[in-house]
């Protein structure tokens, strides 16, 4: 049966395919769609995990117990998994172990445009990489076989565009594979330094062996056609190339992007005339073919930045440029903004009003840095928010932290921003974080965490309690406000950052597009009280615009949350 | 056959991902090779939001670039003027009336130009324009106006209306068949108007 499946669908397949049984990842945009399709299969046990370091040891830890497992994560996320990473390398698997790591080239939804590349090569760890949604469900099922072949767990690269594209899958049958044999193994699961020495020469000679495989096998391919100009390519530069070049060209295909074959490339080399990488971000391939004394020209032409299209390609190659118009004046940007009715809002208006240093994190509410909100100084990395305030607060001392908050969500705070709150209470600042609690796991999508009292599959689960969460980790002033009511946030930010010791504000309103939330009648504009004075705009509401001069407000988006009530002096704006 | 794009624009949280996956649907369905590609993540919030359709004996790149899209179906006037230059020369344009202000226009920063639909005729566009939202809002729900614009553009390629029908089917809850039915049906009317 052929069905489109997006990228990350056709992943999944590939895992209900092989035979896996359990799953285990935190969402993160372009990756959070594979465990949400696995999730549908009941014969995979999947859940979201606190964060990715937690995902990648239960998927570890199920291998080693003899299953089928997996972990699916963005590209930064496996910076977080990094530490379980480098070391489950040398264990090796006992059932077939796969991590799916989503890049972001060109950085649709992310704060840097990594290489997970570099990790695969750096931890010693396998890695393939689908140029479509058939070749995600191939690979993955492949990925397996050979896991367990070469004793090592494997990595399969996505990108965005191959991520959240769909094309044309053909389905197939469930193996089901029956859990392996435990069987105690210190040697190769213990790693003391006297076992890890032997282990790390098995990991050389896996390499090895991994590389040997690649100079020959159904990942690699070779095709020819024109041999003017040679292509060795890999994912969607491979498809961008042949929309370009057709049969015009001939096409070293890489679907093992680590190790990289040696005699393959130095044989298809020696065929073609010219010959380009065109990849991604890094140089990768082009360094490998230089490391090995082939010609090759890549990243002169390219550069390392952003992603490629068949339109660079032909126009760096051929010189060949599209026709076409442009709009005849000044189009305005249109930037993501806060949802109307978002819970964050309130809290960034006040924050910005009290004209705070705001050390920021990852989520929905890194758009309060965009204006008219303008209430964000740093975004670095998940939970940095919290951590990162603390270093400014001891940098800077007393006076700053009166006026200094750190803001992160739910889920972000849960991921790691419980250890950088441990901190501040161990380490002593009198910071004051603000915990944005909608109840959900937002930009990626509406997952659920352990502050939501649901597990992935909706059902109820272990509820984190914030509050007593937070005064365990040593902090004494911990209190809750509603964000509808922004006069109630500015006394509480007003009061806690006035503290003589730190102290946590959880903002609690669930995201304004959860189903459950009922939403209020779209709020009115009394066009005779409206003095056009503009201060409903301050908000940086979607649903508000100035027409004539007076107030309009869109009653399709507009789900009567009221912060622009309590903006409006003239009362102009009413139920 | 050459592959042919189609690109579906609009601000997000419009509803364009159902319009893609009715359209990759309708395609598939005519045995044809599909790629679509999608927006997810965070400029799905309220920012500006590109869909790309691509059918043909083979498809490639997923993308559509500048100077490469046979049919833009804007669910926006302004992001059917910001999108303009992927339309080839002599392809097809359905917007939908509806205006909606960014953030910068919103705060003044910018200014929402005036008559784009007139402009975007005299540049040669081919504009077919309706008013998708008003039309949802009499097929039940203003948040159909996204299969409003399929009924627009199922008049613009040669495929049976039947086929049109079995993916509306396969796509939509059962729950709201009937009014997204009913939406097709208006869109494909006002294109004959």
């Known amino acids: ?575 | 056959m050459n592959t042919k794009s189609i690109m579906i624009v609009g601000v997000g949280g419009q509803g364009s991902l159902l319009a893609s996956r009715i359209l990759g649907n309708v395609l598939l369905a005519q045995n044809y090779d599909v790629k679509v590609s999608e927006v997810h993540g965070m400029s799905q919030r309220g920012g500006s939001v590109v869909t790309y359709v691509k059918y043909g004996d083979e498809v490639c790149s997923p993308v559509i670039e500048k100077g490469e899209a046979d049919v833009i179906i804007s669910f926006e006037q302004l992001e059917a003027a910001r999108w303009l230059p992927y339309l080839k020369k002599g392809g097809h344009l359905v917007v939908s009336e509806q205006k909606m202000d960014p953030m910068p226009v919103i705060t003044g920063a910018a200014k929402y130009p005036e008559d784009i639909l007139g402009k975007l005729s005299s540049l040669g566009a081919d504009v077919t324009s309706v008013d998708a939202l008003g039309l949802a809002e009499e097929a039940g729900s203003p948040k159909a106006s996204n299969v409003v614009l399929m009924g627009v553009v199922s008049t613009k390629m040669e495929l049976s209306e039947d086929a049109w029908q079995k993916a509306l089917e396969e796509c939509v809850p059962p729950k709201f068949l009937e009014l997204n039915k009913k939406a097709f049906a208006l869109g494909r009317q006002a294109a004959a108007n």
């Open chain 1, 1 to 575: 049966m052929k069905k489109l499946m997006l990228g990350n669908e056709a992943f999944a397949r590939g895992l209900y395919e092989a035979g896996v049984t359990v799953c285990s990842s935190y969402p993160g945009t372009p990756s959070t769609e594979i465990t949400e399709a696995a999730a549908k299969y009941n014969e995979i046990y999947c859940e979201w995990a606190p964060n990715e370091k937690v995902a990648l040891e239960v998927a570890a830890g199920a291998s080693i117990a003899g299953a089928r497992s997996f972990c699916a994560m963005k590209h930064v996320g496996l910076n977080v998994a990094a530490d379980p990473l480098y070391t489950f390398s040398y264990t090796g698997v006992n059932g077939g172990a796969v991590i799916g790591v989503a890049d972001d080239p060109g950085m649709h939804s992310s704060q840097n445009e990594q290489d997970s590349r570099h990790h695969a090569i750096a931890s010693k760890v396998p890695m393939v990489e689908p140029a479509d949604s058939s070749e995600a469900k191939e690979f993955t099922k492949l990925a397996y076989e050979l896991s367990e072949k070469f004793d090592t767990p494997f990595i399969v690269r996505m990108t965005t565009r191959i991520s959240h594209s769909q094309s044309v899958v053909e389905l197939c049958d469930r193996e089901e594979r029956p859990l392996k044999e435990y069987v105690k193994d210190a040697a190769k699961y213990v790693t003391l330094p006297a076992h890890a020495r032997k282990l790390h020469v098995k990991v050389e000679e896996r390499t090895e062996a991994l590389r040997e495989y690649a100079e020959n096998c159904p990942l690699n391919r070779v095709e020819y056609n024109d041999k003017k100009i040679g292509i060795i390519t890999s994912g969607t530069p491979y498809q961008y190339s042949k929309e370009v070049f057709g049969k015009n060209a001939s096409y070293l295909k890489l679907g093992m992007v680590n190790p990289l074959p040696v005699k393959l490339i130095k044989d298809f080399a020696a065929e073609c005339e010219t010959v380009y990488v065109i990849e991604e971000l890094d140089d990768i391939i082009e360094s490998h073919c230089k490391k090995i004394g082939v010609s090759v020209k890549g990243k002169e032409i390219f550069g390392f930045t952003g992603e490629l299209s068949q339109a660079i390609i032909a126009e760096k190659l051929l010189g060949e440029k599209k026709e076409f118009s442009e709009f005849s004046e000044n189009v305005p940007v249109r930037p993501p903004v806060m949802c109307a009715g978002c819970p964050h809002r309130g809290v960034f208006y006040v924050l910005n009003k009290l004209k705070c240093v705001v050390s920021g994190d990852i989520g929905c509410y890194t758009l309060g840095a965009s204006a008219p909100l303008s209430a964000m100084d740093t975004t670095i990395c998940m939970g940095a928010s919290v951590s990162g305030l603390h270093g400014m607060n001891k940098a800077r001392g007393a006076e700053f932290e009166k006026k200094a908050v750190a803001v992160i969500g739910d889920s972000t705070f849960i991921h790691s921003g419980i250890t950088g709150l441990v901190n501040i209470a161990y380490n002593a600042t009198n910071s004051t974080v603000i915990i944005l609690d909608n109840s959900i796991t937002g930009m990626t999508g509406h997952q659920q965490n352990p502050t939501t009292g649901y597990n992935i599959k909706g059902d109820p689960a272990a509820k984190i309690d914030l509050e007593a969460l937070c005064r365990s980790c040593g902090i004494n002033r911990v209190r809750v406000v509603d964000p509808y009511k922004m006069s109630e946030v500015e006394a509480a930010v007003k009061e806690e950052l006035a503290a003589e010791e730190p102290s946590v504000i959880i903002s609690r309103r669930p995201c304004a597009l959860l189903k459950y939330v009922k939403h209020k009648p779209a709020l009115k504009v009394d066009s005779a009280k409206c003095v056009g004075c503009k201060m409903c705009l301050k908000i940086g509401c979607p649903a508000i615009s100035i027409h004539d001069g007076k107030c309009v407000i869109d009653h399709t988006q507009c789900v009567g949350c009221g912060i622009c009530k309590e903006m409006c002096k003239p009362g102009a704006i009413c139920d």
